[in-house]
């Protein structure tokens, strides 16, 4: 930072967004927007030659997702430091952006006082996510009630797109002994259908972040 300025690049595909969001933070006295990208190309060449502080990107743009972007961003410039600026508020999107580098993660439909004090926040060296997943990454950090070891081995591999037929032979079982298991954690979790048992394992799965 120069003379207790936080140089700012926003990153984002939509101008209406962009527009609406400069608006906010340029009423910030110690806030500096120093450039606009649409996409991954013009985000990576603007980093490289103004050197934000910060960069406040969405997660969905044309040529390559946030997140993506977020680790060619620190790979190139890994001092600056990256907030995402998003509609997304499932704990898959917020545990990804964090393990790609991220230190804040804030939704769109934020007060502007919430966006200055990720900024804020970032800046200090701590993290900081919207009160709004909140309760989203509580719900997927919650511990499966009752599975045996077994039964969370093989939700794991069901978070990682695995068939019966693939966890069978990864864990030296019978196909109809996985199956078994998989009854039983659907009882257990009082789950209907395939969808649902998928869905509850990608989250256990990635509240390991």
Do not use: C
Request: charged share 25%; hydrophobic share 45%.
């Amino acid at each position: 930072m120069n003379a207790g300025r936080i140089r700012l690049l926003l990153i984002d595909d939509h101008p209406l967004v962009r527009d609406g969001v400069r608006a906010r933070l340029e009423t910030v006295t110690h806030f500096e927007i120093v450039g606009e990208a649409g996409d991954a190309t013009e985000a990576l060449a603007l980093v490289a030659r103004v050197s934000p502080d910060l960069v406040l990107m969405d997660i969905n743009m044309r040529g390559a997702n946030g997140i993506d972007l977020t680790r060619q961003l620190l790979a190139q410039s890994p001092q600056t430091r990256v907030v995402m600026l998003t509609m997304h508020d499932q704990p898959q999107y917020v545990i990804e952006a964090f393990r790609a580098g991220a230190r804040g993660y804030v939704l769109k439909d934020s007060p502007a006082q919430e966006i200055i004090t990720a900024i804020e926040s970032v800046m200090v060296g701590r993290r900081y996510y919207s009160p709004g997943v909140a309760d989203a990454l509580a719900q997927a950090a919650a511990p499966a009630p009752d599975l045996t070891q077994r039964e969370r081995d093989i939700l794991a591999l069901l978070a990682d797109g695995l068939s019966n037929k693939e966890i069978a032979a990864r864990l030296s079982l019978s196909v109809r002994t996985v199956e078994t298991h998989r009854l039983n954690i659907k009882r257990k979790l009082d789950l209907e259908g395939p969808a649902s048992l998928v869905k509850f394992a990608v989250e256990r799965k990635w509240s390991g972040f």
